[in-house]
């Protein structure tokens, strides 16, 4: 009897699986393809040898295997990978984009967390919370109810965005209702775009000596890694704050680390270089410095966007309809 359905499989580690793909959601996928077992962590199993020759689509995840010419030669069928995360880099080779394979990412899912994670730790680090609540767990008391120091506050502070990528832009989108300024730094992006996102345009070196803070959402490529050296960071005010939700390598580590050391600035980091930073990594004991493990994007309950975002693009691939967020070859190394 002639199958009716794709056939498709899931391919990342078996722990992702479980927790972005729950059996409620699996089943909905069922609807729409024939979901083949065992998810696949691993081409070089017996099982992945049975699965790979008939598989048309792959649904891939965190811990996926590089999907080189050894593993497309064994998956002739393969012509679309749905991926449940952001970057594809890590599994993707050049041997997928040479046979033509249509690839889709959650990356714009994924960008709704880092973003809200991004806005939160802006209007946080204005009002300085951290070290007043640390000032005040310390004294178990406080001078006054009035608190006049004007470097503390987010009216009309200024925000610089570092690159107008998916989380760049929504957490543009979510500045627009405070009354704060934005200055957004992309060579790509012209002055009307970035009026149009709700943005000034700036130079990189204007960003960081009129911003408030700067928020990093730059991808890592060989052009950016060091991208925020330590003649940027200089220019940054006094108390200034450096968040960073992109990759630890954009931003010169040892730099930041010494000025944030001193005292002179503040920083937000959800990502190192590396990751983890070692134990004795002088950011650890440092007041001045929140390190958040990798958190921003989709944790918890959050997944089931990332679960969600896939099935619609299986559903729309499944119906000739073609993807709505599909990764275009040249466009794959901009996904940080």
Known sequence: ?????????????????????????????????????????????????????????????WGCPPLDAAVLARAPELRAVVHTAGSVRGHLTPACWARGIEVSTAAAANAVPVAEYTLAMILLANKQVLPAARA?????????????????????????????????RRVIALLRAHDLRVLLYDPYVA???????????????????????????????????????????????????????????????????????????????????????????????????????HLAGSQGNELDRLAESALQEVRRWSAGEGFAHAVPPDGKELLA
């Open 1 to 61: 009897m002639p199958r009716t359905k794709t056939v498709a499989a899931l391919a990342m580690d078996e722990r992702a699986a479980e927790a972005v793909l729950k059996p409620a959601t699996r089943l909905r996928f069922g609807e729409v393809v024939d979901l083949a077992e065992p998810v696949l962590s691993d081409f070089t199993t017996q099982a992945a040898r049975r699965v790979l020759p008939e598989v048309e689509l792959l649904i891939t995840g």
């Open 136 to 168: 005040y767990r310390q004294q178990r008391a406080r001078e006054d109810w009035l608190f006049p120091d004007p470097t503390l506050g987010n009216y009309r502070r200024t925000v610089g965005v570092l690159s107008a990528s998916l989380v760049g």
């Open 191 to 293: 002055e009307a775009e970035a009026a149009a996102l709700g943005a000034a345009k700036a130079e990189l070196a204007e960003v960081f000596a009129a911003s408030d803070v700067v928020s990093v959402h730059t991808p890592l490529l060989p052009a950016t890694r060091g991208l925020v050296s330590a003649e940027l960071l200089a220019l940054l005010r006094d108390g200034g704050t450096l968040i960073n939700t992109a990759r630890g390598a954009v931003v010169d580590q040892a730099a930041l680390t010494e000025e944030v050391r001193g005292g002179r600035l503040r920083a937000v980091l959800d990502v190192t270089e590396p990751e983890v930073l070692p134990p004795d990594h002088p950011l650890w004991e440092c007041e001045n410095a929140l390190i958040t493990p």
